[in-house]
């Protein structure tokens, strides 16, 4: 049974940085992709970034600049490191794997975290 244990959300003050770990457990394989969703109250889950074992990024645009993916493939681990946090990121960020890219991308990860909340304070 694979699980994905998200760590790193909290409360930040806009324009400070947080950093979210996901560490993959129960599965010897490699993930095809690992990235991060995110929703907040009242709205759809949104992609904000993905990465491939190849380290392929996928990310949604009000993001760039400001945050950075990056994996560890040996420990099946994604990381997400938010810079110049803003009040509009506030939202709980999930974690998602699967071993096809384009499934990640589309929502449609076989393998999703519980969530950690972020919250941006103006």
């Known amino acids: 049974q694979v699980q994905l244990v998200e760590s790193g959300g909290g409360l930040v003050q806009a324009g400070g940085s947080l950093r979210l770990s996901c560490a993959a457990s129960?599965?010897?394989?490699?993930?095809?992709?690992m990235g991060w969703y995110r929703q907040a109250p009242g709205k759809q889950r949104v992609l904000v970034m993905s990465?491939?074992?190849?380290?392929?990024?996928s990310y949604t645009s009000s993001v760039k600049g400001r945050f950075t993916i990056s994996r560890d493939n040996a420990e099946n681990t994604v990381y997400l490191q938010m810079n110049s946090l803003k009040p509009e990121d506030t939202s709980v960020y999930y974690c998602?794997?699967?071993?096809?890219?384009?499934?990640?991308?589309?929502?449609?990860?076989?393998?999703w975290g519980q969530g950690t909340q972020v919250t941006v304070s103006s």
């Open positions: 998602v794997a699967d071993l096809s890219p384009t499934a990640v991308v589309a929502g449609r990860a076989k393998h």
């Open positions: 129960g599965s010897n394989l490699l993930f095809g992709a």
């Open positions: 990465i491939t074992t190849g380290g392929s990024i």
